[in-house]
Antibody, heavy 112, light 107 residues
Framework: EVQLVESGGGLVKPGGSLRLSCAASGFTLSDYTMNWVRQAPGKGLEWVSSITSSSTYIYYADSIKGRFTISRDNAKNSLYLQMNSLRAEDAAVYYC?????WGQGTLVTVSS | AIQLTQSPSSLSASVGDRVTITCRASQGISSILVWCQQKPGKAPKVLIYDASNLESGVPSRFSGSGSGTDFTLTIDSLQPEDFATYYCQQLNNYPLTFGPGTKVDIK
């Protein structure tokens, strides 16, 4: 079964850091461009970042540029999102996704 | 950034109805468009990719069409499990963008 499973979410204070992970199973992650997408409570979907299959190209949304870093380890079939200087407006469910497959999401809460 | 607009923003329909949702891009995106369905508290699920390709396991009552700037998602004979929010997403240009969603609820 093709699956993406996120982990690493939780409660963090403003200004803090979190590292999200996404583990792929049932397919070879190295074949695909990978994306992080987030959804704030009651809101629509917002693209966060993408990384091409060999990490050659990396893209970020303006809202997180300079604070978040996307990376991947194809040998471990895994994708990551390092989130620094977190703000209240970063609170959301974070999904990893390919064009055709989404994970179940991990919740990030930013509060003092 | 490419803007995606969806219409309608919401609709009420009955089981068995045919439902059509449109997505318009602010500039051409070829056919690099995905339709996904999201139910409350759940992750989005891809229904259609590359504008018209039905994702594996998705019922054939879902279909997609269009290219360039205008796209359509059609649900033939709406079923109870289809009441959800539907989003279009373009993956042709960065930043990737989503439409604002269309909520389909029960009449």
């Amino acid at each position: 079964e093709v699956q993406l499973v996120e982990s690493g979410g939780g409660l963090v204070k403003p200004g803090g850091s979190l590292r999200l992970s996404c583990a792929a199973s049932g397919f070879t992650l190295s074949d695909y461009t990978m994306n992080w997408v987030r959804q704030a409570p009651g809101k629509g979907l917002e693209w966060v970042s993408s990384i091409t299959s060999s990490s050659t190209y990396i893209y970020y949304a303006d809202s997180i540029k300079g604070r978040f870093t996307i990376s991947r380890d194809n040998a471990k079939n895994s994708l990551y999102l390092q989130m620094n200087s977190l703000r209240a407006e970063d609170a959301a469910v974070y999904y990893c996704a390919t064009k055709r497959v989404w994970g179940q999401g991990t919740l990030v809460t930013v509060s003092s | 950034a490419i803007q995606l607009t969806q219409s309608p923003s919401s609709l009420s329909a009955s089981v068995g109805d045919r439902v059509t949702i449109t997505c318009r891009a602010s500039q051409g995106i070829s056919s690099i468009l995905v339709w996904c369905q999201q139910k409350p508290g759940k992750a989005p699920k891809v229904l259609i990719y590359d504008a018209s390709n039905l994702e594996s396991g998705v019922p054939s009552r879902f279909s997609g069409s269009g290219s360039g700037t205008d796209f359509t998602l059609t649900i033939d004979s709406l079923q109870p499990e289809d009441f959800a929010t539907y989003y279009c997403q373009q993956l042709n240009n960065y930043p990737l963008t989503f439409g604002p969603g269309t909520k389909v609820d029960i009449k």
